[in-house]
């Protein structure tokens, strides 16, 4: 079974910018995966920050960018700021209507 | 403004049945795909289920299919999960997701409800 995968963690700088990525176990991903980000914060739902690889979800500043970077596709933050340090997640699209999630990834902003 | 408020969630016992709703407001529910995600207590994301604007397209994660049974009723602006033969392992808070696409197969999760909490305990 394809495993999605993300980094555990990863730390930025106030200011700097920080790409996480979202790959596969096997292959590549691609803009048929259709990957999305969400956001989360300890406690509450997750928040939608980018869908069908890079569409900004309405009211989502536009520091936040999706794209396909190698054979990954990539959430890029610039100008990190200290509310951006929580949890964030992908879904890819697998086929026959089956979404999986990669592990997330726990930002730090310091 | 998309409202999504999710309810039906409880404590019951391992291999009895639940059934959760969610209402939906703020959109055209029947012109988009709707999805089911869980999260257990401190960990990740799981999809569970989506289906199509007409119900036309329906898909399960392995964990629960067979078990679980996603529907729709658009002139209630309702989505349901039936939720049959649970386990301790089903555990988690359940968000309602609208979809970006009239198709579960597209687009990906836009709007996120609030999330309606599962416990299987006996």
């Known amino acids: 079974q394809t495993v999605v995968t993300q980094e555990p963690s990863f730390s930025v700088s106030p200011g700097g910018t920080v790409t996480l990525t979202c790959g596969l176990s096997?292959?590549?991903?691609?803009?048929?995966?259709?990957p999305n980000w969400y956001q989360q914060t300890p406690g509450q739902a997750p928040r939608t920050l980018i869908y069908?690889?890079?569409i900004r979800s309405s009211g989502v500043p536009d520091r936040f960018s999706g794209s396909i970077l190698g054979n990954k596709a990539a959430l890029t933050i610039t100008g990190a700021q200290a509310d951006d340090e929580c949890d964030y997640y992908c879904v890819l699209y697998m086929g026959s209507g089956i979404w999986v999630f990669g592990g997330g990834t726990k930002l730090t902003v310091l | 403004e998309v409202q999504l408020v999710e309810s039906g969630g409880g404590l019951v016992q391992p291999g009895r049945s639940l059934r959760l709703s969610c209402a939906a407001s703020g959109f055209t529910f029947d012109d988009y795909a709707m999805h089911w995600v869980r999260q257990a207590p401190g960990k990740g994301l799981e999809w569970v289920s989506g289906i199509s604007w007409n119900s036309g397209g329906m898909a399960y994660a392995d964990s629960v299919k067979g078990r679980f049974t996603i529907s729709r009723d658009n002139a209630k602006n309702s989505l349901y999960l039936q939720m049959n033969s649970l386990r301790p392992e089903d555990t988690a808070l359940y968000y309602c997701?609208?979809?970006?696409?009239?198709?579960?197969?597209?687009?990906?999760?836009?709007?996120w409800g609030q999330g309606t909490l599962v416990s299987v305990s006996s």
């Open positions: 096997s292959g590549s991903v691609s803009t048929s995966y259709y």
């Open positions: 069908s690889t890079n």
């Open positions: 997701a609208k979809a970006a696409d009239y198709s579960n197969s597209r687009g990906g999760f836009e709007y």
